[in-house]
């Protein structure tokens, strides 16, 4: 028989058991106790894991097993990680922060700042672009990640299409790292460098257009920007920088599958979001041919986008860095981005880009004559981007009550027409509206390219065909055009578009234009003009604005004569609006003569005065 300390002891082994069988029962009855069981609760209040976005199993263990020493870990990793960021140390930098982002998955701030680190300080202190750009992926990758385990949170989705937009498309190496980017876009078979030789090692010519036909902007920007000349330096450039971030995994040598496998989120460049509802209709981390006009600011896009779902989720999660009403425009703002980069690239109509001293007459000469192919026809596009532009500014406007018809504006009290003033001019919603209604126009993108053609002729010193271009009637049009009844090409779109032309940064943008047609004319036609000049001089004392096209007398005073160089012609935008007041204001003037450093006047405005001067030598001859 036990003793009695014995029979003691298992009483409360069966009390305890039986507390405990009691307490879990509770536990259980309270956790799924309807709406006000914990579990109900926890879901309402997203602290559950599965809540706050995707779980880690290894970080959870890592989390675990440090238990109260994590705070000093991280600490300590904290410290250690800019001792070898000092130390150039980058790949331990690398290690430290992914174990760091791993102890303390749901503090947002060590995300951001980490793959700020990586895609920004990191980066800028690398030689090699492709170095830089894999420190940029990093950082990117690292955020997406850090997204994925955040859920609804905006600032990390529009951080992402941030680093994305201006660590890549508007770096210093932007023309490379745009390259590279839209590399990374592509499958790998597709600009694996063997593709382009045959066995006997010549180049096959028949994969080679076909790339170039599939991919017109990269193998343009590589021509006109990074100096690959010929298609062997378009082929090195895709050797060199075969081993970059993608979005597939790297063809296995062993298989003779042309089929390409997506990596794994974590390891996928670019990183693209889930479908956005805000528009369901953009790219996707599953969409497959991005195509060659999808670029880093084809991905802002898409980020931007997404980071709207949350301003509209249940929470209504506000962006904490920027004024809401800012931060919701910036998905127009990205595919305004897109149209101006395809203008700046050559990239307008249908027409295409003709590539000419590539393409032997016969393949079986390689050296021999060449003839020129086209690629990128059939497409408007800069025409469509700037359509999809207008639509996402005319929604935008449409939805958060920045684009309003008269009817609805004298319908607001004094206090809601003081908002919609406010956030107008705190968007420059005007600006970003107008410009792209007017530029989607058929009229707008062919003098858009016009004057494209023009700068290119210019550069390649084929001065008399640049002046053409200038005069033709999709750009300013000959003289004979330039009275406001005759009007034709940019100057009629002004005309007819009095928002667009009282835009002060489109005024300062095609007076630029203006500048360097007039500045080639004054250079190409001195040498007749300077000797009506000086026959004026002797016969006149009048003084008159220069018109270089008609052989009349051109006036200025002996007295009040100024250097050739200096001298002030009248272009074809150096008059009055409809409304009597000038294409370009003094202040747009002054701002892009100051950018240029401008010493003299190359155009005249009305009223301009001339300015003494000494009287003008006769010109020597050859």
Known sequence: MASPLQQQSLRRKIIYFGLILVLFTLTLVVRRAGTYGMESMANALEVREQNLGEGDLIGTVLQLSLSGSRG????YLWADAEGKKKKHEWNQLDQRVSILVKLQPHFISPWLFQSWNLA????????????????????IDLLADGERKNRDNPEMRFSIGNYTQSKIGISDENN???????MSCMKPAERDPARFRRKNGELDWTQFEDFCTSHPITVRRLRDHLRCKTPED???????????????????????ADTAKFRLLADRFPALPPPSEFDPSDVTFNTDNLGDDFDCYGTARAWYSYAQDPLHSAKKKKPRYMAKIIFQGYPARAQAYVAERLQQEGWFDG????????KPASLGSP??????????????????????????????GEKNKLYMTPEDLRSLSPEERQDYDYNRNLTNFKHFYYRSMVERTHEAVAGRKAFFNADRLRKAAEYTQALRMYESDAAFGPPATWPKDKAVGWKRLLLNNLEFRRDQDIQEDIFMVHYRYLKLLRDRREAPIRQLLL???????????????NPVPLYASAKTTIPFKDFPFKGPLDDIDDEGQPFFSPDVIARALGRIGSTGPVVMSEGAKLEPAPLLPPRAQP
């Open 367 to 396: 050296d021999g004559p060449k003839v020129s192919f086209v690629v990128g026809r059939g497409r408007n596009w800069s025409g469509d981007a700037w359509e999809k532009a207008h639509q996402m500014y005319k929604d935008h």
């Open 234 to 256: 378009v082929i090195d450039f895709l050797r060199d920088n075969q081993k970059i971030p993608s979005r597939y995994e790297d063809p296995d040598p062993l298989s003779d």
């Open 351 to 358: 027409d295409g880009w003709e590539i000419t001293g590539w």
């Open 120 to 139: 920004y300080n990191v980066s800028v202190e690398l030689d090699r672009v492709r170095d830089k750009y894999y420190y940029v992926a990093r950082g």
């Open 535 to 549: 026959v004026t001089e002797l016969l006149s004392q009048k003084a008159e604005p220069v018109s270089p096209w």
């Open 72 to 75: 000093m870990v991280i600490c």
């Open 176 to 182: 490379t790292m745009r390259s590279l980017f839209q």
